[in-house]
């Protein structure tokens, strides 16, 4: 075989690799089959082979039922046991997309979409078991809570750099855009503000319950979210609704931090009107059970489409968790530190994340973050932004404050007692937000990966084991110490080679930086100009709790709620006290009437008797 043939089989292949997400590496149907029992009843997956070892894969495990038709924006209610083996080979259809700004490789994984998408997928090492379980890994998927899916993933590299490592890797998917997160006036068990964060909390509980089965160990399970799927990861780690201790350790890769009190309403107000679902036919507003029930009998491409509109617009294109009382109960940075446990944490940023936010007004841009870093202080604080990232200034304000938002929970876990492994991924041609992704999981490997870059085949190599070491709870880097109560030491990832393939010189290697800041800059504007966290101890940061709310997964859809009750009672003793009243005033009208009439009696007497006296004195003169 010469050697222009053989060149272009490594092209053909390399691209292969780089942009097939979805291909599974083996034929499914010839694959040897695994059965497993879980408590609803019987699934059957089949058997993945890798160089490493063999892993049981399984697709479209149920951990609630369909959201949808009536439970269509309602909390999850669990799975229902089925009879025979659940067929677990084939993938579930993504959930719907609520944006259309994608490349053609991602669309190519989500086009087919459908309600029923929320499910599990399951990779297990299969010589993990109960009597040698191993490490859980639960991935919270990214998009802007509106878009990506679990069907993205490529399921060779999962095998082959996780899952035949002694490892089982659980993959959620919770349902995204309106259909996750709606605001119309209230949060109730029928339609909650955090379906989607509702869901990934279903799915833990899930986890918690099955996950021997498949060989996991349910007292060691590694939270790991990146984008929007890390900011849920920072969410649950501290929500009150998921016990303490939940997660032995936890991965926060390029979150964000951006709360608003009913950001969800301008979107889900906008569709409501939009599909015919605010007035009646007399143009009268429709209560709040009318208009849900109105939007659950509309397609769900016509809820998805009626958003188009709104897209790279703020705030009415922002979506994602809000304050519920339940699920989700900070309202801003002094709320994560007072609510934060401390934990093992490997924290991940890159160098350039980018700016998602080219295009906005200055306005809208500042008052999408600093909310949530001063509270009380809002004019003065947006002042200050504006300044900084406004007209005609270019610094990336969504890439800087991504870079400071994942500083700051390591430094709130470390000044907790926890440990934070902070890394900045700065390779070169993919340093932008997601690129990482390439190279651990095969996402996104369309963008820029280079099949003849050495250093990106150098980080190919290099960014699973360590992410697998973390997943294992094993050394890291010899010498990478965890950042300190000052926030300082971070770990540089980068390779940088010259030369040919056959003839290269590494110029650049990943290290441990230690006794430094990574973007102070950023950090200080963020934490110290705004926030003015110098102020505060970060072990003892608190603010006032919101008030309690009683929990919306509940699984009964009849009955009265628990404020009727409530209304109840406080009329009857209204109408209680206001019956008192009326018999204490009457009681005593009539008291003063009767001591009155006495009264007036005695002096009437006394008034007769002088009279008479009188008159016979006259008569005596």
Known sequence: MN???MLKIIVVLFFCYSTCALDAGIDVDAAPKVDVRLSLGWIRGYEFKAKEGTANVFKRVPY????IGGLRFHSPVPAKSWEGILDATQPALACPQNTT???KYTWAAVKDQSEDCVYLNIYADNRCN?????PVLFYLHGGGNTFDSPRMFNDSLIVENFASHGVVWVLPSYRLGILGWMDIGESTVDAPYNAGLLDVIAALRWTQREIVAFGGNNRDIVLLGHSSGAHLASLVLSSPAVEENAFSRAFIMSPGGRVLDHVNRPRSTFIAEKVGCIFDDKLEFLNFTQRVSCLRSKPFRELILAALPLQDKRPEDMLGPQVDGYSMTQRNLFDLARQWRPIKLFLGVMSYEGDFD????????CHTYVPYVCPGRLAECELKCRKVFGAPHKIPIGGTFIQAFTWLVGHINTNKGGESYYQVFDQYHADVHAEELTFAFGLHANRKFHARNIGH????????KLLLRFILNQTLVEGWEPMDLQGRNYFYNNFKAIGDPDNYTVVIKPHYVKGEIYHQAAVDFWWRDLAELHKHDPRHLHSTPPPPAPSPVVVE????????FLIVIVIALVLALALLVIVGVSFVWKARRVYKSGK????????????ASGAAERNDV
Do not use: H
Not at 130 to 134: F, L, Q, S, T, V
Not at 457 to 464: A, E, G
Not at 557 to 564: A, D, H, N, S
């Open 3 to 5: 050697y222009t043939v």
């Open 64 to 67: 609630i039922s369909p959201p």
């Open 101 to 103: 700004d994608m490349d």
């Open 130 to 134: 109960a009597e040698n379980p191993c």
């Open 358 to 365: 080219v295009g906005y007004l200055d306005k809208d841009v």
């Open 457 to 464: 085949q150098m980080q190919k190599r290099f960014f699973p």
């Open 557 to 564: 859809t009849t009955g009265v709620p628990w404020y009727i």
């Open 600 to 611: 007036e009696m005695k002096v009437t007497e006394k008034g007769d008797g002088t009279n």
